[in-house]
């Protein structure tokens, strides 16, 4: 691990039932807060031209908040897939999801195999799909998935914030990060 990596840190999730209104007050805010299918939402602000950029996916050790959320041992690797969401070409949204060996055995193994197909049309199509509780996290600079959030923006924003929830698919969990980059829902028309 370089010097560097070694000073990030992980974003400071919190549950957002708990958080204060005074907390939370970012430009991103609906986006935030709305849990019905994202990519869904995304389809309809872009007007069609919604597209999904793998930027990696492979085995990793998840960082330790996304080992606690998900029940894992520090030993356990992941599926670890990153995406940028993007409305004409634009990042809009940075993903990362978190999926444990264990998740993809039997039918959800479906999920190792999306390409350039979005998670969560695959989620919410699903009627065994249920959602965790909403965690909200704001990113600076000094937090570990600010640098590939931000990865290839001209103006990198001083903060960016986030929300992620832990889905289960026929009972077994996976984590999904969503962080909302500056462009998102400026489309001009």
Known sequence: MSKLAATKTEAQWKVFSRLSH????????SWLLD???????LINSCQGQFA????SEQWLKPMRSEQIALGLRRANLA???????????????FARTVIPYSTL?????????????SL??????DPSM???ELEIASFTKSNLLYQPATCGLRNKPAKIWGRRSVFYLSGKPLLVNEIFLPQIGKKKF
């Not at 599926?79 to 949204?93: A, F, N």
């Not at 055995?105 to 197909?117: D, F």
């Not at 969560?120 to 199509?125: E, K, L, Y």
């Open 22 to 29: 005074g907390e939370l007050d970012p430009p991103c805010l």
């Open 35 to 41: 849990s019905s299918s994202l990519t869904r939402r």
């Open 52 to 55: 999904v950029e793998v930027v």
């Open 79 to 93: 599926r670890v897939r990153e995406v940028r969401l993007l409305c004409d070409g634009i990042p809009w949204v």
């Open 105 to 117: 055995q039997g039918p959800v193994r479906r999920l190792s195999m999306l390409g350039n197909k």
């Open 120 to 125: 969560g049309a695959v989620m919410f199509a």
């Open 130 to 132: 249920r959602r965790g």
